[in-house]
C-alpha cells in the first residue's frame, strides 16, 4: 500500500523517469527518427499521468504494431517508389499525427471533465482508426492486387492518395480488432469493444461495396 500511494503522489515524476529511461534504451531501434524519440517520451508522459500504466501500454503496442506493418516489404515498397521516408521511422509530425486526439481525450478524463466511459470509448475508437488506417495503407499498397479510387471507384496506382483495395481494406478490419485486442488485454473496459466493432463495420461495408 505504502509504494501504491508513493507512486500516486509522484505519478508524474515518475512518469516522466520512466519514459526517459526507457526512450533513452529504446532509441536504437529503427522505429523513430531522434526527435521523434522525444517527442514519444513526451506522449508517453502525459499517457501515464494522466491514464496510468494501462493507457500507456496500450499505446505502445500502438506504436510497435503500426512501426512493424510499416517495415513489411519496405524493400519492394522502395523500389516503386511507394515507401514511407527515413526508412520508415517516424518523426514528431508522425507521433501526434497519430495521438494528438487520444492524448487530448487522456488530459480531460484526468482533470474529469465529461463522461469518463465516453471518453475512454473515444481514446480507444481514436487509436483503432489510425491503426486501421496504417494496416491498409502500408498492406494496400504492397499488396493490393486491384486499387480503385473511393470517389470515384475507378483504378489507379497502388498508393494514390484516397485509394483503396480488398487486402488494404482486410488489413484495415484487421488493425482495427487488434488495437481493441490489446486494449482489452490491458484491463481496458470490455464497452471499448463498440469503438472497434462501429470502425470495423465502416471497413466491411467498403469491402462489400468493392466486391459488387
Not at 95 to 102: E, Q
Not at 107 to 130: H, M, Q, V, Y
Request: glycine fraction near 12%.
Amino acid at each position: 500500500m505504502f509504494l501504491i500511494h508513493l507512486l500516486q503522489s509522484h505519478q508524474w515524476l515518475f512518469a516522466f523517469t520512466l519514459n526517459a529511461l526507457l526512450i533513452a534504451v529504446a532509441q536504437r531501434l529503427p522505429l523513430l527518427t531522434r526527435a521523434g524519440w522525444v517527442h514519444a517520451g513526451a506522449l508517453g508522459t502525459i499517457l501515464w499521468g494522466c491514464l496510468g500504466w494501462r493507457g500507456w501500454l496500450g499505446v505502445a503496442f500502438y506504436l510497435v504494431l503500426g512501426s512493424l506493418v510499416t517495415r513489411l516489404g519496405m524493400a519492394q515498397k522502395q523500389r516503386d517508389g511507394l515507401a514511407e521516408g527515413r526508412g520508415g521511422r517516424r518523426g514528431p509530425e508522425n507521433v501526434w499525427g497519430s495521438a494528438a486526439t487520444g492524448a487530448v481525450i487522456a488530459i480531460l478524463i484526468k482533470l474529469g471533465i465529461g463522461s469518463e466511459p465516453l471518453l475512454i470509448l473515444g481514446f480507444t475508437a481514436s487509436f483503432a482508426a489510425k491503426l486501421a488506417d496504417t494496416f491498409g495503407s502500408e498492406i494496400g499498397k504492397r499488396w493490393g492486387r486491384t486499387t480503385i479510387l473511393i470517389t470515384t471507384l475507378r483504378p489507379v496506382p497502388a498508393g494514390t492518395d484516397g485509394a483503396i483495395s480488398l487486402e488494404g481494406t482486410l488489413a484495415s478490419a484487421l488493425g482495427s480488432v487488434l488495437m481493441t485486442a490489446v486494449m482489452v488485454l490491458v484491463e481496458v473496459p470490455i464497452i471499448l469493444v463498440a469503438g472497434t466493432l462501429m470502425n470495423t463495420a465502416v471497413y466491411l461495408i467498403v469491402l462489400l461495396i468493392q466486391v459488387q
